[in-house]
T-cell receptor, first 116, second 114 residues
């Protein structure tokens, strides 16, 4: 079965602190993709990153970085020097490919509150 | 290029009423999806389509119907609205082929059933 777990329901940090959002996934596929989306208070879904199952290199984009570890089935997201504008709900998602439907399985999300 | 558009943005329904949530994409994507997001939860798949004339159920299809007569449009029909269908509905599309492509999401429709 495909499953994505985001155990942290809500995290509060003070501005400029670093914060890591955890994502653990389950899949039987050998080929799959993992995603992170941001949902600000306005409600839209903003794509942040896509990572395929064959690429375990960490990625950094500005203050954002992602750590993908197949050995622990985790795809964690770190925000360095957090800002108030980072306050949002963050979703991790898994895209399976076996059926050819490319459906997403979402985690329940982590609400991040960055306090000034 | 508008991407994925959804109408209406917000709607209040009475129990038992029917409505259609509209979704249109102008990117010529074959794959389209409907998700619902309940408060404090992630998105769950209602229905999806891999091309015009082809639809299939997702994880939570009960109470909904879809059709896909054109590549561009993928309307979601609620026949007898129930309070449990109060949610935010997102439509998404993606190109084919390949697993690397990302789904493009619409802005969502907020539905309140009273």
């Amino acid at each position: 079965a495909q499953k994505v777990t985001q155990a942290q329901t809500e995290i509060s940090v003070v501005e400029k602190e670093d914060v890591t959002l955890d994502c653990v996934y389950e899949t039987r596929d050998t080929t799959y993709y993992l995603f992170w989306y941001k949902q600000p208070p306005s409600g839209e879904l903003v794509f942040l990153i896509r990572r395929n199952s064959f690429d375990e290199q960490n990625e950094i984009s500005g203050r954002y970085s992602w750590n993908f570890q197949k050995s622990t089935s985790s795809f964690n997201f770190t925000i360095t020097a957090s800002q108030v504008v980072d306050s949002a709900v963050y979703f991790c998602a898994l895209s399976e490919s076996t059926s050819g439907t490319y459906k997403y399985i979402f985690g329940t999300g982590t609400r991040l509150k960055v306090l000034a | 290029n508008a991407g994925v558009t959804q109408t209406p943005k917000f709607r209040i329904l009475k129990i038992g009423q029917s409505m259609t949530l509209q979704c249109t994409q102008d990117m010529n994507h074959n794959y389209m999806y409907w998700y619902r997001q309940d408060p404090g939860m992630g998105l769950k798949l209602i229905y999806y389509s891999v091309g015009a004339g082809i639809t299939d159920k997702g994880e939570v299809p009960n109470g909904y119907n879809v059709s896909r007569s054109t590549t561009e449009d993928f309307p979601l029909r609620l026949e007898l609205a129930a309070p449990s269908q109060t949610s935010v509905y997102f439509c998404a599309s993606r190109p084919t082929p390949g697993n690397k492509e990302t789904q493009y999401f619409g802005p969502g429709t907020r539905l309140l059933v009273l």
